[in-house]
């Protein structure tokens, strides 16, 4: 099961512009590029998400897609407690020795706090 429809980043052109313009936070194997989007004409009433995975990471397609739905139900596990308003962008930089879910949630809930895109919650109560 994927991330719900309004949480996706789906064009090419969303994706360039957070790379542009968005801020860089990272972790030993997450890199984490967040846009703010500060309209007010048309305000994101929800965070979109889009997950990078290089071939560099792994040649094997089944290993880069397991690791996209890991990261995907780790962000849906997050979602209530998520600011709405940005677009985020999620590579992997290293791959882990073991893609497990734990992982994935423990590294983005640490750069999420980081970004402070976690609303309401102070990094040293949360973790």
Excluded at 76 to 82: A, D, H, Q
């Amino acid at each position: 099961m994927g991330l719900p429809k309004v949480n996706r980043l789906k064009t090419p052109k969303e994706f360039r512009a957070v790379y542009q313009r968005g801020q860089l936070y990272k972790s030993e194997h997450l890199v984490l590029r967040v846009l703010w989007i500060t309209n007010q004409t048309n305000p994101l009433k929800s965070t979109q998400f889009g997950i990078s995975i290089s071939q560099k990471i792994s040649k094997k397609a089944v290993i880069r897609n397991r690791m996209k739905r890991q990261i995907k139900g780790a962000i849906r596990s997050l979602l209530p407690i998520i600011k709405p308003g940005a677009r985020i962008v999620i590579s992997v930089r290293r791959p882990f020795g073991e893609c497990k879910y734990e992982h994935f949630l423990r590294e983005l809930k640490q750069l999420l706090i980081k970004a402070k895109i976690i609303h309401g919650h102070k990094r040293k109560y949360f973790l």
